[in-house]
């Protein structure tokens, strides 16, 4: 089984998700976005959320969008005002999943994503895991355990 997670991660809760998919044998391509993120919580709140909320688009760093010859791809996202993230809708633009084995992961302070859950339903016919802040909550990475 040839396994890739490609995620987007502002503050490192991916990240977490991303060792310990490493370990089970995933490939990991992380993505990086150009749009500068206000580093205190309350501007990052305000300009993150309201992009979210907006459904816009980060413009991305540059990174291969190959994804031929793999039986599974994960896609990791933070969740923004119960939303995909900005680059993560910019992602989901940038690949091409028609006739892919997709699943998705998502990690919010909550636990919770409805809204981003119905768009992933309604694109993928797929419900996501929801881990709660993974780099806060180590012991949500159990989850994917046999994922
Ligand atoms: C702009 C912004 C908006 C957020 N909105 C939500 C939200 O609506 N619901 C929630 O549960 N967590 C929300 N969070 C918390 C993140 O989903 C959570 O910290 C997640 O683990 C971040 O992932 P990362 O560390 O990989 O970037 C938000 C965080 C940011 C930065």
Redesign the pocket.
């Known amino acids: 089984m040839k396994n890739l997670f490609i995620y987007?991660?502002?503050?490192?809760?991916?990240?977490k998700v991303a060792e310990e998919l490493k370990k089970q044998g995933y490939e990991i391509r992380k993505v990086k976005s150009k749009v500068k993120?206000p580093k205190s919580l309350f501007p990052?709140?305000m300009?993150?959320?309201h992009r979210?909320l907006t459904n816009k688009k980060d413009d991305l760093e540059d990174f291969d969008t190959n994804l031929k010859g793999y039986d599974k791809i994960v896609i990791g996202s933070?969740?923004?005002?119960?939303?995909l993230?900005p680059a993560t809708n910019a992602l989901l633009d940038k690949l091409d999943l028609k006739g892919k084995n997709v699943s998705f992961i998502l990690?919010?302070?909550?636990?919770?994503?409805q809204k981003a859950t119905e768009k992933i339903q309604e694109l993928f016919g797929k419900e996501p895991i929801i881990l709660k802040?993974?780099?806060k909550h180590p012991q949500e990475l159990a989850k994917l355990k046999d994922f």
């Open positions: 987007y991660s502002l503050t490192g809760s991916g990240d993120y990052l709140m300009k993150g959320g979210a933070p969740v923004w005002d119960d939303r993230a990690y919010s302070g909550s636990g919770q994503a802040a993974p780099k």
